[in-house]
T-cell receptor
Framework: DAKTTQPPSMDCAEGRAANLPCNHS???????VYWYRQIHSQGPQYIIH???NNETNEMASLIITEDRKSSTLILPHATLRDTAVYYCIPGFGNEKLTFGTGTRLTIIP | SAVISQKPSRDICQRGTSLTIQCQVD?????MFWYRQQPGQSLTLIATANQGSEATYESGFVIDKFPISRPNLTFSTLTVSNMSPEDSSIYLCSVGWAGGLAGALETQYFGPGTRLLVL
């Protein structure tokens, strides 16, 4: 499994963009990069995933570097409800997902 | 996507007893997984529930302790047997779809979890 490195914690002011980095330098050529978040011990919530192109949906944007060794999740206008632990996970959706320790994002009013 | 429910949502159990957790999906899925999240920790995969055959367990997890059933494409159960306080965790099921074309939606969705406290 590809290893990931994420900062353990980050703060972001409400209304600002939250940029969460992830290093996944050992990702294999055909693995996707998935992002999930877990709000206060609820089940993880899928946010977005991508292979090599940047992706955007109603929740977030995902920027993947050209060498695919790192990515950044962007929450464009953070709200208090975005406070959660965010996980970056290389892999395939039809196989087991290996969760790291993630980034605890706190949105500051 | 899929709507996933788990029963019970939480329970408090005595050591030495067993608890069966149910996972129900509102549509047929190919893959079903069971994860454990110990207090303050990240998620760890217990096993992949295979329809019509024995589950595939990860290292450190055994069938005698965590028997799993998957009778059809929408339902699975996980039993935590002979419980001890160390089994106090959140247990989560997730579902996904196998195969498909490259780039097709291949995303796992998680249930709300079952919070287990063993005294």
């Amino acid at each position: 499994d590809a290893k990931t490195t994420q900062p353990p914690s980050m703060d972001c002011a409400e209304g600002r963009a939250a940029n969460l980095p992830c290093n996944h330098s050992t990702i294999s050529g055909n693995e996707y990069v998935y992002w999930y978040r877990q709000i206060h011990s609820q089940g993880p919530q899928y946010i977005i995933h991508g292979l090599k192109n940047n992706e955007t949906n109603e929740m977030a944007s995902l920027i993947i570097t050209e060498d695919r060794k790192s990515s950044t999740l962007i929450l464009p206008h953070a709200t208090l409800r975005d406070t959660a632990v965010y996980y970056c996970i290389p892999g395939f959706g039809n196989e087991k997902l290996t969760f790291g320790t993630g980034t605890r994002l706190t949105i500051i009013p | 996507s899929a709507v996933i429910s788990q029963k019970p949502s939480r329970d408090i159990c005595q050591r030495g007893t067993s608890l069966t957790i149910q996972c129900q999906v509102d549509s047929q899925v190919t893959m079903m997984f069971w994860y454990r999240q110990q207090p303050g920790q990240s998620l760890t995969l217990i096993a992949t529930a295979n329809q019509g055959s024995e589950a595939t367990y990860e290292s450190g997890f055994v069938i005698d302790k965590f028997p799993i059933s998957r009778p059809n494409l929408t339902f699975s159960t996980l039993t935590v047997s002979n419980m001890s306080p160390e089994d106090s965790s959140i247990y989560l099921c997730s579902v996904g779809w196998a195969g498909g074309l490259a780039g097709a939606l291949e995303t796992q969705y998680f249930g709300p979890g079952t919070r287990l406290l063993v005294l």
